[in-house]
């Protein structure tokens, strides 16, 4: 990227909205969460809200529920129907978004400091492997959607709660949890993938990258690698 192309892209970046929590907070939208973790399950508050040039400062998460919808990440459009899942790490342009009027999502949004928290509970990279740069869009069944209604239940339901000495505890095993339910599914569609005509070299480095982000395999050296 030249100077130009780094300067038109920060004066872009400077002059759209930001998408943080303080953001969220400011606009007064119906969520459940704390400052590190906002819930939304109904996006009617959501739909009021133009989301045109904002830039992403956290983790997002969403599963469609209902409905479709159109939307453009860092200038790639994405076509987004009931069961597809997409997450997006920080630093990321949403843009020119279109939806149905019976449109909803579970929308999960984390902030960095409590990704890297969580990042250092068990090992794993699913963290930041789970919000992959590709924003490949995956799609579920009915019976992984509705699990997915169950996790963001059991948030809430969590986040609404008194404090408790293993409230903490419980809402990383939940994330972690989910963690590896959207690492089977990224696993069954890279297996989906490698049923295709590819080379024995894409093949290869296919399996390399499912190798690194499973967490039941251990770590290799570069020698074994």
Same mark, same amino acid.
């Given at each position: ?7 038109? %892209? @920060? ?45 992403? @400062? ?18 790639? &459009? ?8 997409? &997450? +997006? ?36 990279? %699913? ?74 070299? @894409? ?19 570069? +020698?074994?690698?």
């Amino acid at each position: 990227m030249n100077f130009f192309l780094i300067f038109a %892209w @920060e004066k872009r970046k400077n002059s759209m909205e930001k998408l943080d929590f303080q953001a969220i907070v400011d606009s007064k939208l119906n969520f459940h969460g704390n400052e590190h973790i906002a819930i939304f399950n109904d996006f009617g508050d959501v739909r009021n809200h133009n989301i045109s040039d904002v830039l992403i @400062e956290g983790f997002l998460f969403a599963v469609i529920t209902r409905g479709q919808a159109q939307l453009s990440v860092d200038d790639h &459009t994405y076509q987004l129907k009931e069961g597809d899942v997409i &997450t +997006c790490k920080p630093r990321n342009i949403f843009e020119k978004s279109m939806m149905s009027m019976d449109f909803n999502a579970l929308v999960l949004f984390l902030s960095p400091e409590y990704v890297a928290q969580l990042s250092q509970m068990v090992r794993m990279e %699913w963290t930041y492997s789970m919000f992959s740069s590709s924003h490949k869009i995956l799609h579920a069944d009915a019976m992984t959607v509705s699990r997915y209604r169950l996790y963001f239940d059991l948030l809430q339901n969590h986040l609404s709660s008194p404090d408790t000495s293993h409230k903490e505890l419980s809402l990383r095993l939940l994330f972690a949890s989910m963690a590896y339910d959207l690492q089977d599914l990224r696993k069954f569609h890279a297996e989906e993938l490698l049923h295709q005509t590819y080379s024995s070299a @894409e093949n290869i480095l296919r399996q390399f990258m499912q190798h690194l982000h499973d967490p039941s395999q251990p770590y290799l050296n570069v +020698c074994e690698y």
